[in-house]
């Protein structure tokens, strides 16, 4: 990686109440580049994101967007141009699809912005144009889904960060949303993606780090993480 | 014939009363799940600022009726910034419990004080309209028209306003999943004062309508915020149209049981009502059901 990093993270601490989940985690991206971090269930991945984003409280270390230390305030994510797709995808179930998609670019004070923004997702999701004015909590779990990453497209933001995009999803739909995914990679954006399978993803990933207990324990280019039968017997079953 | 007339205009009035009443109660508990039980001393600062502003003062009305709105308001943003924010610093257990029991606190502080400034002989607001308009065998007095005109006014402002608006969208979202809301980049903090705003603003309209209907007291709005609760409880805690139907249904009702019963049988109606319903329907008759599939 020769490009400054966009996003780094520095021996970052965080937990639960009394339990401490990420114990010294350290990464960085490049803009533009897709990096993917894997590991078993359970073992700090989504409290990285959700610690990155701030939902949960930095107990220790350092967050730099663009070589800058950031704070851990949750609504300033958005501004700082973070998207952060959660796991259970956090949406808004009494809104409708057409207002949840709205709710993203709360920020943006440009209605031609949004409007263009809103003919992207749709291009990208065609099936949340036809369910625009169904509400969310009556959408199946891929289609939920799908308002999540399109409510993160909708925000504009530089940095996506998508927690399991396919978890508890039907294989097709897993499909549709990985096609997604690799369109807004190859249109530039940076992507932080967590994943618990490492084969999902490998075609369209940079690099990868594998997160076992709180810390990484590898990181490397995903073809040298699937030929290793060692670390996917260790760390991921396999 | 005009007994009929009669007492649907005063159904209808008091409905609308009721309806004004518990659109900030039910605005707090959707955005917040909370309940402000300062909500009736609110009412009773609007009903006492516009009579002090054009009594005391020699203010014109309008700017009377303004003072109560505004004074609402400002109540409604300090309950906020002094109170509930600082609870809600304290952490998320407990929470309810807290505010519930410290706007108790402002409630009775609130009361005590207007109990000092005004004293507690009943005082009469002098924003009242009389006469009366007839239309065939209906004769509607012009301070009833307005009490339902407004009603209906500060509802379709604040439907409008909810569904329409980026501040209405904002607390819509707050209200349904405040992690969500934060991550598209709203300030909560500013939706929970802009709610407690509004919801001040709306009870301090309602305590100058409701005390042009009856006497100033200190304890103008304890009757109001407990009907305005039993609607939202009737209706479902946090449903803004459930509330503003259920309160001119129960009105209506509550006319006709004290015409055909007797006065003292109105408050009994309502409170079988709520529990009738608290066993039918525990959320309420129109309550947020969630439709969720699987």
């Not at chain 1, 509400?135 to 289609?143: A, D, K, M, Y």
């Not at chain 1, 994943?195 to 940079?206: G, K, L, Q």
């Not at chain 2, 209706?235 to 129960?250: H, K, M, W």
Request: charged fraction near 15%; charge should be neutral; hydrophobic fraction near 50%.
């Amino acid at each position: 990686m020769t490009a400054p990093p966009v996003l780094e993270l520095r021996g970052l601490r965080s937990g639960y109440d009394g339990i401490e989940v990420l114990r010294g985690v350290s990464l960085s991206i490049a803009a533009g580049e897709t990096v993917t971090v894997v590991g078993p269930n359970g073992h700090g991945k989504s409290t990285m994101l959700r610690t990155i984003s701030g939902l949960v409280p930095l107990r220790q270390g350092e967050i730099r967007l663009d070589g800058k230390p950031i704070g851990p305030h949750v609504h300033l994510t958005a501004a700082r141009g973070i998207a952060h797709v959660p796991q259970g995808d956090l949406l808004f179930p009494g809104m409708t699809v057409h207002e949840n998609l709205l709710m993203g670019a709360y920020l943006c004070p440009d209605s031609a912005e949004i409007a263009r923004r809103l003919d992207e997702v749709h291009s990208l999701l065609p099936k949340l144009a036809d369910r625009r004015s169904q509400l969310v909590s009556t959408l199946s779990g891929g289609e939920r889904r799908m308002v999540g990453i399109g409510r993160g497209l909708m925000m504009g933001a530089r940095i996506l960060m998508i927690d399991e995009p396919s978890l508890g999803l039907a294989p097709l739909v897993i499909e549709q949303i990985y096609e997604v995914i690799i369109r807004m990679g190859q249109s530039g954006r940076t992507i932080l993606l967590v994943e618990e399978n490492p084969a999902r993803v490998a075609d369209f990933t940079d690099r990868m780090y594998l997160l076992d207990n709180g810390e990484f324990v590898w990181s490397g280019a995903p073809t040298e993480l699937l030929a290793s039968d060692e670390l996917i017997t260790a760390y991921l079953g396999g | 014939m005009n007994t009929f007339y009669s007492v649907l205009i005063s159904g209808l009035t008091v409905g609308a009363l009721y309806a004004i009443a518990s659109i900030g109660l039910s605005l707090v508990w959707g955005a917040l799940g909370v309940l402000n039980m300062a909500h009736g001393a609110l009412l009773t600062l609007g009903g006492y600022v516009a009579y002090a502003a054009i009594t005391g003062l020699g203010l014109p009305t309008g700017i009377g009726v303004l003072a109560a709105v505004l004074a609402g308001a400002v109540a409604g943003g300090l309950i906020y910034l002094l109170v509930v924010r600082n609870v809600l610093r304290q952490g998320m257990a407990d929470f309810e419990a807290n505010v519930m029991i410290a706007t108790v606190g402002i409630a009775i502080a609130l009361e005590n004080g207007i109990l000092l400034v005004f004293g507690g002989q009943p005082l009469k607001q002098p924003v009242t309209v009389d006469g009366s308009m007839t239309l065939g065998p209906l004769v509607l007095p012009w301070q009833s028209l307005i009490i339902m005109v407004a009603a209906v006014a500060a509802m379709a402002v604040i439907a409008t306003a909810l569904a329409r608006t980026r501040m209405g969208r904002a607390i819509r979202a707050t209200a349904q999943n405040r992690d969500a809301a934060r991550l598209m980049g709203v300030a909560v903090d500013r939706v929970y004062l802009s709610v407690l705003m509004i919801s001040g603003a709306v009870a301090g309209g309602c305590g100058l309508l409701l005390s042009s209907m009856v006497q100033l007291s200190p304890s103008l709005g304890n009757d109001p915020m407990l009907k305005a609760f039993i609607m939202c409880v009737v209706a479902g805690l946090g449903t803004l149209p459930g509330a503003v139907l259920v309160s001119f249904g129960l009105a209506l009702l509550e006319a006709w049981v004290q015409y055909a019963f007797g006065a003292r049988w109105g408050f009994p109606m309502l409170l079988c009502a709520v529990v009738v319903v608290l066993i039918w329907r525990p959320g309420g008759l129109m309550g947020r059901v969630q439709v969720r599939r699987m």
